[in-house]
């Protein structure tokens, strides 16, 4: 059993928008604060970080999509979102949500989160979700 599982991917046309969700049937997965995002991968390169939130509902987001994405949880209906708005053609990409383990109360933290370094390597994936953007 997949403990994430995305849903929200399709098809857009550039400058258009999407929300994906990631939802969990696993409790313990939003509970004890952790740090949880968003990452995104295209073929032939490496999963990249693209929005984390932690417990407090503080925010950090990669500069290629500030001020475009907007990244939510809700620890009560088990659910993390990520609201793509101006969509280009350099999102396109299959998008996954994860988390970690312990929380991460501190940008640094968050840094680290979306780099998939130090101690915040996400140790638990969605199987993810099929962005594409067509111009």
């Known amino acids: 059993q997949v403990p994430l599982v995305e849903s929200g991917g399709g098809s857009v046309q550039a400058g258009g928008s999407l929300t994906l969700s990631c939802s969990s049937s696993e409790g313990w997965i939003y509970s004890g604060g952790r740090c949880m995002g968003w990452f995104r991968q295209v073929p032939n390169k490496e999963r990249e970080g693209v929005a984390v939130?932690?417990?407090?509902?503080?925010?950090l987001y990669d500069d290629s999509v500030k001020g475009r994405f907007t990244v939510s949880r809700d620890d009560v209906k088990n659910t993390l979102s990520l609201q793509m708005n101006s969509l280009q053609s350099e999102d396109e990409a299959m998008y996954y949500c994860a988390a970690t383990q312990r929380p991460c109360p501190s940008f640094p933290n968050m840094r680290s989160f979306l780099g998939r370094r130090d101690l915040y390597v996400p140790d638990t994936w969605g199987q993810g979700t099929q962005v594409l953007v067509s111009s």
């Open positions: 939130i932690n417990a407090g509902k503080f925010t």
